[in-house]
């Protein structure tokens, strides 16, 4: 009996820690949720200290009609599976704003949960264009499109008149999608598409397919993926003498590409968003973060400060905390953010958003290029 | 004599600790700007490497002594020596603990939140994974480092079958569960004349094979984009959803006339999975008593003298292996219901290496084990978030550890241990 | 002309790989052969060959050290050092203890500590991937047709000529040697070995000791060649040259050899002709079928199953 006993006792004991409490509202909780820990984390990490600051910065100033922010900071390690465990904690916390998720494959399923209980979701970093291509109410983003990214480089590269181009990618949600769309566009233009292939994400060999490239005599190659796989290419191309310029999205616009492909990443062609930490305007903002000692030129630092703003200011326009009066709000009005105007078209997706190529260097700066 | 051959033995595993731990530990390379730099690591990290090494060279100095010690201590545990309890009364308890355990599982859903509710049914898709892989491994002793292929399977099969003919969870659940049966059975026919550690790494590249596949195959299966918009369960052709999504349904709050509240669907979709592991449960344990269950146990222990008594080998583990594929399906079907979204990096290797975990921690064809190891190894890390972070780690750690002081896991199997006793 | 180049350089990619696959494989043939387990972390043991000789090259970098020899000299001890450490240290803490026991028991104990040796480097060095540097650089050119030449670096030509020179030594070792001799007498009858007075543990562990530090050798190698490490890479590269072993027979050191290249053009041809996403499934499906038609390999021996 004595052994049953205990294994209700444990039973009972599992069940009541998980039993998380529901706190009272007191004021404006807004979920930030993002990785904090496994492989994507030093990109989680730009996101939690945009986010902090802004709400930072809001609180010190008063804060939103008379009510503070606060945060509730939940980790996904951008795993699926974590993403909807955690997109149900906020639910239970009784959050109604949430900044997140920074993976397109966290985002997706985690937004399913908050359009369905009324939580109004910005992500500051997912490009996938499916997540705000399912007419969802309350799904927005300040961040560009991978199919608004693609064209960009696209239209660089026929401008630059190549003869013979290679599109490569990672098999990986994000680099065949920017991919896919810079093949589009290349030959709707009639430029000559050679070569349009997938790697395995996480090789380290691409003697072959730089012997490919090689033989396929290419003058440009545009890489859809991050930039492990491309320092490495880069690298690899070097030694076997291969004459290609290569370009790639933002997510190689990495001062790691470097340490990695060493002075074979000079010449690199990279779309990235402006750089906002270089504004004139946003210096104030910039001298805060690194007063705290943080980096303020991380890709989605101020694309979440951006949306814990965009959050405040639709409160306070549509003078409520319904997240449907708010979505209104932010779908009709304008506002002047740290990443420039915001407006929003009807899926949530921002009006404009600005990508510009960059050349970059061996010593891990870049240049804008006309 | 004997003392300085330790010593000299002590000191040599602490110089190895040392040398395994100094430059992996003590010296983190990291970019600065474009350089790579040395950095060295914090003081503390300095006192564990040292304190290691210590620890080492006195523990392999005072060997026997310390060994000697821990025998005495297990002499002192007073469940050592504890007679096992009578074959009828235990059995009588065990059903009545089961049955109370399902009956609170039953109603706590309906007094906690809407997160633990749904940790829970993430607990029961890895109680139904673990009871399927416990056939495999525990039982028949075929270790699969593949078994998330038929996982993929469950869920791709259910997220296919309603994204292009719109077919809804019920019918899927035992399509996707036969299809995953098929895969097992059409996979494990040629491979299962391997002998045990070719089979298990035959599985591990099946496994990746599928997962490359579903990643490959863009046209059918979105590749890596995965596959969205999977509906939830309905029951009777009520949705729970705030709006119908399909033409002829009702919604369920509608339909009784209360409140929309998200947590209908979350409590019934852990009930969905409460009722399936429980089916699960209950068949594997029927089928443990049955003479093809005897007949996994009896190859697992002698394979030859098994065949000497005229089982067919290869039927025999077919039928395993079968069995836990089945289960995968139902767990993988659940499993994107709940998702709503489904995509290849959701089925990789380390998810079979995690099942793989729950089982050889639970103890090895033991069914409570393997329910209460789930149930630890979903929710620690939820617990303690710092934790996650070196969750691999202790995982690895304790199979190691398992397997060298207890192999038979944390709740061995019962049968077993009643055969040891009774001397053999 | 240029199809023939073409072919002829991808062969040569191909024959760069399968030489550190086959330096790799050694580990695994060498322990299957003796104590007739597969040592799952071994390809972590690879890897941490390889962490260490780029932390040994980044502090020598650090100490002004520029003479290149001296570099890769030390750089290689190091990783060697430390490498076969890690061998050893494997096989008494998790190995040992459950040898002897059913064949699941040690094979799950590997799985273990393969996971935790990945995540003991992912918590310690990060999972960033970390660019090695190149420090054999340049090469040569012959052949050329229209914009295509075929060319070598001196970076795979080192490869191969490590990987042959370690391999001629290690069969010449195997073969004359005391331990060699008494390596054989192990991998006949361990039981038999050790009533005839051979320490079989300290074998055993010897063999650990050569494969881990062969590891290190193409840990150093192919970091070179390649350009970065992670703590991942370990893993998949472990798998691949465990099919290298098994393609050429498990237990047989020509055949670890002769695996790994045919492993390597395999891959090569495969991204070169096909595409390279489907590299590992050609890689895995390989390994499938001559484990179901030939399980000993090419040049394996029959085993017989023993009553």
Known sequence: MIKNFS???????????????????????????????????????????????????????????????????????????QAVTVANRLVNEGVSFVVGHLCSSSTQPASDIYEDEGILMITPASTSPEITARGY???????????MQGPVAANHLISLEPKRVAVIHDKQ??????????????????????????????DKDFSSLVTKLKQADVDYVYYGGYHPELGLILRQARQADLDATFMGPEGVGNKDINTIAGDAAEGLLVTLPPSFDEKEVNQALVKAFEEKGEDPSGPFVLTSYTAVQLIAEGIEQAGSTDPFEVAEALREGSFETPIGMVSYDEKGDMESFEFVVYEWHADGSKTAVN | MVAAHNLKHALFCAVITLVISWPIMGLKLEAVGTQITLQGADPFTWIAIGVAALA?????????????????????????????????KRLKLESIGLTLLIVLALIWPFFVSRGSVDLATLVLIYIMLALGLNVVVGLAGLLDLGYVAFYAVGAYTFALLSQYWGISFWMALPIGALLAALFGLVLGFPVLRLRGDYLAIVTLGFGEIIRILLNN????????????GIPDPTLFGMEFGRRVKEEGNVSFHETFGIAYSGEHKVIFLYLIALVLAVFTGLVIRRLMRMPVGRAWEALRED???ARSLGLSRTGVKLSAFTIGAFFAGFAGTVFASKQGFISPESFVFLESAIILAIVVLGGMGSQMGVILAAIAV??????????????????????????VWRPQGLLPMRRRQIKLSTGE | MQDLLYFGQQLINGLTIGSTYALIAIGYTMVYGIIGMINFAHGEIYMIGAYTALITITGLATLGVTWLPVILLIALICAMIVSSSMGWAVERVAYRPVRGRHRLIPLISAIGMSIFLQNYVHLAQGSRNIGFPALIEGGFQFGSSGNFQMSISWIQIVIFVTTFVCMTALSLYISRSRIGRACRAVSQDLGMANLLGIDTNRIISATFVIGAALAAVAGLLLGMYYGSVDPLFGFIAGLKAFTAAVLGGIGSIPGAMLGGLILGIAESMTSGYLSGEYKDVVSFGLLILILLFKPTGLLGKPEVEKI
Request: with cysteine; aromatic share 6%.
């Open chain 1, 7 to 81: 294994k209700l006792a444990l039973a009972a004991g599992v069940s009541a820690a998980i039993a998380l409490p529901a706190s009272a509202l007191a004021e404006i909780r807004i979920g930030i949720a993002g990785p904090q820990t496994g492989p994507v984390a030093q990109y989680g990490d730009m996101q939690f200290s945009g986010a902090r600051m802004a709400i930072e910065r809001i609180n010190a100033e008063g804060g939103v009609n008379g009510e503070m922010l606060e945060a509730v900071e939940v980790d996904d390690v951008c795993d699926p599976k």
């Open chain 1, 137 to 147: 109410e309350l799904v927005f983003r300040t961040i560009g499109l991978d199919s």
């Open chain 1, 173 to 202: 949600q994000y680099g065949e999608g920017i991919a896919t769309s810079v093949r589009d566009t290349l030959e709707e233009a009639d430029v000559n598409v050679v070569m349009f292939e997938g790697i395995t994400a996480g």
């Open chain 2, 56 to 88: 080492v060279f006195l523990f392999q100095l005072f060997r026997e002594a310390i060994l000697g010690r821990l025998g005495m201590l297990k002499s002192l545990n007073p469940m050592a020596d504890r007679k096992p309890m009578p074959q009828e």
């Open chain 2, 217 to 228: 195959w863009t046209n059918v299966t979105g590749g890596p984009n995965g596959i969205g």
């Open chain 2, 303 to 305: 394979e030859i003298a």
């Open chain 2, 378 to 403: 979903t929710i620690l890390p939820e617990l303690a978030r710092e934790f996650s972070e070196y969750r691999m780690l202790i995982f690895g750690a304790a199979m190691v550890l398992m397997m």
